[in-house]
């Protein structure tokens, strides 16, 4: 049999991930680096870095991770000094870290509000702040925003995390004109359920964790959640030169739920 042909479509790309720690993340900064990129991840869960670390460690060449929450301009900053120290300068720049929300508009309060934001908006916008510079001086490079499904449609009992995902794809838009002059390409991903610590969250605040899994999962178009791969494999060809000649895009990576009425 024929060994499987390796793409190497990110060979010599200096690449960082906002929340690379776990799930959808962990999953692009693996594939980033089997694509041939050096990669970067920062989160402000050392815990869970260290172990994704060691397990990426065990086969092949290990990933540089810097701790730090992206809602801090001065931590963004240290970060993106810091890889621009290890890894010569950085070609792309994944906009990963995300929280839930699960507020009531009418209850919660500023500080709530300020919090989400602060990670699901505010935070990629501080990283394109201090990374653009480093793009423009390679000569281009690409900008991939994890949004979601919720940038377009969305379900009760979640606010405001729709609103920033459309703040998100509103973001990369308004990135992409500015900068394409400049070479540089940014695009939105926009995920559909995935297998992550975010929907088994999701989950466990139902009654029945596992009949409301499995309700929804049924609702599927393909009967099933994504694997966190699933979504990295287009986020690797989005950031790549293959996807030259798109920006301002927005891909959804949602199983064609976003296609489906409800019957
Ligand atoms: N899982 C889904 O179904 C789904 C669907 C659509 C979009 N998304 C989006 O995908 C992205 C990844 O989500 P996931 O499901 O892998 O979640 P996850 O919770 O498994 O991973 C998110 C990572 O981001 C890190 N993080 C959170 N806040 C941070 C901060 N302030 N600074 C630095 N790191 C921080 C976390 O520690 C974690 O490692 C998020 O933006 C999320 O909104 C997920």
Redesign the pocket.
């Known amino acids: 049999m024929m060994a499987a042909e390796v793409r190497m479509r990110l060979a010599g790309k200096r690449v960082l991930v906002?929340?690379?720690?776990?799930?959808?993340?962990?999953?692009i900064v693996a594939k980033m680096r089997a694509e041939g990129a050096r990669t970067a991840f920062?989160?402000?869960?050392a815990a869970?870095?260290a172990h994704t670390c060691s397990e990426l460690a065990a086969s092949g060449e290990p990933v540089l991770f810097e701790a730090?929450?992206?809602?801090s301009e001065t931590?963004v900053e240290r970060v993106v000094g810091r890889v621009r120290e290890r890894l010569g300068g950085i070609d792309v720049l994944v906009?990963?870290?995300?929280?839930?929300s699960y507020f009531d508009a009418a209850a919660m309060t500023e500080q709530d509000w300020d919090g989400v934001l602060?990670?699901?908006l505010k935070?990629a916008w501080l990283c394109c702040k201090h990374v653009l510079p480093l793009l423009r001086a390679a000569g281009g490079g690409s900008i991939v925003n994890?949004?979601?499904?919720?940038a377009r449609q969305t379900c009760p009992g979640m606010f405001p995390?729709a609103v920033a995902?459309s703040g998100l794809v509103g973001l990369t838009r308004s990135l992409a004109l500015d900068c394409g002059r400049d070479n540089i390409r940014v695009n939105a991903v926009?995920?559909?359920?995935?297998?992550?610590?975010?929907?088994t969250?999701?989950f466990a605040q139902e009654p029945d964790p596992v009949a409301a899994e499995r309700l929804i999962a049924g609702q599927q178009p393909l009967q099933r959640?994504?694997e966190?791969e699933e979504?990295a494999n287009v986020v690797a060809f989005v950031a790549s030169d293959e996807a030259s000649f798109m920006t301002a895009a927005e891909v959804y990576v949602d199983g064609g739920l976003g296609a489906m009425l409800a019957t």
Do not use: M
Request: hydrophobic content about 40%; charged content about 20%.
């Open positions: 906002t929340g690379g720690a776990q799930g959808i993340g962990r999953a920062c989160d402000n869960d869970a870095a730090a929450d992206i809602t931590e906009n990963n870290a995300g929280i839930n602060a990670v699901d935070g994890i949004a979601s499904i919720h995390y995902k926009c995920p559909g359920w995935t297998r992550t610590r975010l929907v969250e999701f959640f994504a966190p979504v």
